[in-house]
């Protein structure tokens, strides 16, 4: 008896060694399985399943895209749009692909995963010399330099790749370290390049959604709506590149008044220190001041008439940005109820500069305002025709009640202020980059700005 029991403990002992065994294989296979690469192109099927090309042509075939570029103004680049439903990232490390340089030229590359609702993108970039191969890998994780997430993973929108050309600048006799080089978003000579599996790679453990952090809407085409973000056009701008973003608050109803806040964008720039398209598209700080309740906000686009299009670079034609706004306001007005005491300008970079150059720009635009909230820069930076003098002429047409600057030198800006005669707030965001997500969670910065903005449209 006392064998035969010690045979069937001993035959226990392996059966459990056995499950534990079973277990764990099934365990790594789980984790194994999790860790495979997640292709990002298998819904592409050809080139027309590519989304926007922007100077240079584009080839999808046999999991291979193939780009190509004689010249370009700014920012060469082709998207691959997320396919219906999205991809699942939200536990995934990095995005990575290989590219290879297939030209005589060097040529610069950028990969970007591009965010939706208000979140902004992460970048891999690098130049390759004729013939060389590397792979660019995207941290999904990467955060601003205080540590607020740049992307959520489970809400990627599209991949972008971005040709330039790399430039090194002439060296001066008394420098001792050669010039860096920098990659130009004007393309002057033949360049071409392969990328070949594009995938999302590794593993992390489950993102979470910061504390505070609000969603902003989709840019989307169709009629206006409460809590939606449109594509609006003026009469007339049907036929045209012309329209800006028109977003009604949740809360929106028919016969009632709303406050409403105008908004410019950051020039086009992409790069290390800036993700910006140069678009209406992008303005979100409005959004951000009233979480998307109690007032209309209006991303606007700087505007050429003579070309019809929307100017991502530089003014366009200042006036006729002017003369836009003052349209835009009327009919926000007389069709969605905007109130005409309580309109607001807002804008960041070449936007921010935009408050004096563009809302102050003559006597007809200046009226306009009740306040003023500039983001990192403002008139008088000395960019693009912004000088100091003029922008001091300019501040003497502000008939508004207060001003709030984020992340603004207050000793630079202090002689324009000066003249505009009025209460001027000061706060940094702490955020540490050139970008407008500091707007969209609850930093005291940001909850000051809210408070600064009821307060200045509850006021007579």
């Known amino acids: 008896m006392c064998l035969g029991n010690a045979l069937m403990l001993q035959s226990r002992r392996w059966v459990l060694v056995g499950l534990l065994l079973v277990v764990l294989c099934l365990r790594h296979c789980v984790v194994a399985g999790a860790a495979e690469p997640l292709s990002l192109t298998g819904h592409l ?18 999991g291979v895209l193939t780009l190509s570029s004689t010249a370009a103004n700014l920012f060469a680049r082709a998207v691959i749009p997320a396919p219906r439903g999205g991809w699942d990232l939200a536990r995934r490390a990095t995005v990575d692909a290989e590219m290879t340089n297939t030209g005589e030229n060097p040529v610069g590359v950028m990969l970007w995963v591009v965010g939706d609702h208000g979140w902004e993108a992460a970048l891999a970039s690098s130049t390759l010399e004729p013939g060389e191969t590397r792979t660019l890998s995207c941290n999904l994780r990467a955060t601003f330099p205080d540590r607020t ?142 979480k998307g309740r109690g007032a209309i906000c209006l991303g606007l686009p700087f505007v050429n008439r003579g070309t019809g299009t929307i100017a991502e670079n530089g003014w366009g034609n200042a006036d006729d940005t002017a003369d836009y706004a003052i349209r835009m306001v009327a009919e926000v007005c007389e069709k969605f109820g905007g109130d005409r005491a ?18 102050l720009r003559h006597d007809r635009i200046a009226p306009l305002w009740k306040g003023f909230h500039a983001c990192q820069h403002y008139d008088g930076a000395n960019w693009n025709g912004s000088t100091m003098p003029d922008a001091i002429e300019r501040a003497s047409r502000f008939q508004g009640k207060a001003i709030f600057q984020t992340d603004n030198s207050k000793e630079k800006f202090r002689p324009v202020m000066d003249v505009m005669n009025t209460e001027v707030t000061w706060a940094n965001s702490g955020l540490g980059f050139h970008s407008t997500a500091m707007f969209l969670d609850d930093r005291p910065s940001t909850l000051q700005l809210r408070e600064w903005f009821q307060e200045l449209v509850t006021a007579p």
């Open 45 to 62: 099927h050809s080139s027309a399943d590519l989304g926007t090309l922007r100077d240079l042509r584009a080839e999808w075939h046999d």
């Open 149 to 290: 997430p740049r992307l959520n993973p489970g809400d990627v929108k599209c991949v972008e790749v971005m040709l330039a050309e790399p430039v090194t600048p002439p060296s001066k006799p008394d420098e001792k370290v050669p010039p860096a080089t920098h990659l130009s978003p004007r393309i002057t000579k033949p360049i071409a390049l392969e990328m070949r599996s594009l995938a999302a790679h590794g593993e992390a453990p489950e993102w979470q959604w910061p504390a505070g952090r609000i969603e902003v809407p989709s840019v989307a085409d169709g009629a206006a709506a409460p809590g939606k973000r449109v594509r609006y056009r003026l009469a007339g701008d049907e036929s045209t590149g012309i329209y800006c973003i028109l977003n009604l608050p949740e809360d929106w109803q028919a016969g009632k008044k709303y406050p409403v806040i105008v908004e410019y964008p950051g020039n086009i720039f992409y790069g290390p220190a800036c993700f910006s398209s140069g678009l209406p598209d992008q303005c979100v700080i409005g959004y951000g001041m009233t």
């Open 342 to 359: 309580n309109v607001v300008l807002t804008g960041f970079s070449r936007g921010a500069i935009a408050c004096g150059y563009i809302g």
